[in-house]
């Protein structure tokens, strides 16, 4: 039972960090500009059942080969660090949310979801967490779809219905320093109990791997700017409401 909570807690806070700022959060938001946050959210928990239940399935599955633990574990573990540098990076919609559906709007989030959220950052890292957790599979898919629905409604909450800026850059570089500590334990953990290396090659390996993910790091904040108020999925929305509260007479 300890380990299975572990794992839902772990594989939960991780998609938190994952989803935020992550394409799929700000198409939750842009489609809560169009339907009702309920429904948003109902779409949302169906896509991602289908989709992290197959990344579970997958994650789930490479670990029965018992001669490449190590090096399943050890992508693991560098992939939550690779997370973090994706999350510096961010990610921008698509025109996902512009496409027009016959559907109704939860058949419409789902599919939409389903689709983006394939060969995603929150996808991946349930694989990732899937391999890291192999006998808790249906806890870790418990886990990624709390952290889901915890990471959207938050953004459907601040920035559709309260319609405050969420502070973009600092969330996305509490998330990656996060993963990029995750990432860090997980490596400490393969080169000592499984790589067995001593204390020099393990100081050697980690120091390696610091050099590389600060100097990634580095670039990618460099390059990394603030969204302008325009730019964000629920901007106009936004703006509209504000100004409807202002002038109503004007928009009727």
């Given at each position: 039972?300890?380990?299975?909570?572990?794992?839902?807690?772990?594989a939960?806070?991780?998609?938190?960090?994952?989803?935020?700022?992550?394409?799929?959060?700000?198409?939750?938001?842009?489609?809560?500009?169009?339907?009702?946050?309920?429904?948003?959210?109902?779409?949302?928990?169906?896509?991602?059942?289908?989709?992290?239940?197959?990344?579970?399935?997958?994650?789930?599955?490479?670990?029965?080969?018992?001669s490449?633990?190590?090096?399943?574990?050890?992508?693991?573990?560098?992939?939550?660090?690779?997370?973090?540098?994706?999350?510096?990076?961010?990610?921008?919609?698509?025109?996902?949310?512009n496409?027009?559906?016959?559907?109704?709007?939860?058949?419409?989030?789902?599919?939409?979801?389903?689709?983006?959220?394939?060969?995603?950052?929150?996808?991946?890292?349930?694989?990732?967490?899937?391999?890291?957790?192999p006998?808790?599979?249906?806890?870790?898919?418990?886990?990624?779809?709390?952290?889901?629905?915890?990471?959207?409604?938050?953004?459907?909450?601040?920035?559709?219905v309260?319609?405050?800026?969420?502070?973009?850059?600092?969330?996305?570089?509490?998330?990656?320093?996060?993963f990029?500590?995750?990432?860090?334990?997980?490596?400490?953990?393969?080169?000592?109990?499984?790589?067995?290396?001593?204390?020099?090659?393990?100081?050697?390996?980690?120091?390696?791997?610091?050099?590389?993910?600060?100097?990634?790091?580095?670039?990618?904040?460099?390059?990394?700017?603030?969204?302008?108020?325009?730019?964000?999925?629920?901007?106009?929305?936004?703006?509209?409401?504000?100004?409807?509260?202002?002038?109503?007479?004007?928009?009727?």
């Amino acid at each position: 039972m300890y380990t299975s909570l572990i794992a839902y807690l772990f594989a939960g806070g991780a998609v938190v960090l994952a989803e935020m700022g992550d394409k799929t959060q700000l198409l939750a938001m842009a489609f809560a500009t169009k339907y009702k946050a309920s429904k948003v959210l109902i779409g949302v928990l169906i896509a991602t059942t289908l989709n992290h239940a197959l990344a579970v399935a997958v994650g789930n599955y490479i670990t029965r080969f018992d001669s490449a633990q190590i090096w399943i574990q050890g992508l693991a573990s560098l992939s939550f660090v690779f997370f973090g540098l994706w999350t510096i990076r961010g990610d921008k919609l698509d025109g996902e949310e512009n496409k027009i559906s016959k559907y109704g709007p939860i058949v419409t989030v789902s599919i939409a979801f389903f689709i983006a959220e394939m060969g995603d950052k929150t996808q991946l890292a349930t694989i990732a967490l899937a391999a890291k957790f192999p006998l808790e599979p249906v806890w870790v898919l418990l886990g990624t779809l709390t952290g889901m629905m915890i990471a959207d409604a938050i953004g459907i909450i601040i920035g559709v219905v309260m319609c405050k800026r969420i502070p973009e850059r600092t969330v996305k570089l509490v998330s990656a320093g996060a993963f990029i500590v995750f990432g860090f334990i997980g490596s400490y953990q393969v080169l000592k109990e499984q790589m067995m290396l001593d204390t020099r090659g393990i100081i050697v390996c980690l120091m390696l791997l610091l050099v590389v993910t600060a100097g990634s790091a580095y670039y990618l904040i460099r390059k990394d700017h603030n969204k302008a108020e325009r730019e964000r999925p629920a901007g106009a929305y936004c703006e509209l409401k504000r100004v409807s509260a202002d002038q109503p007479e004007k928009l009727r």
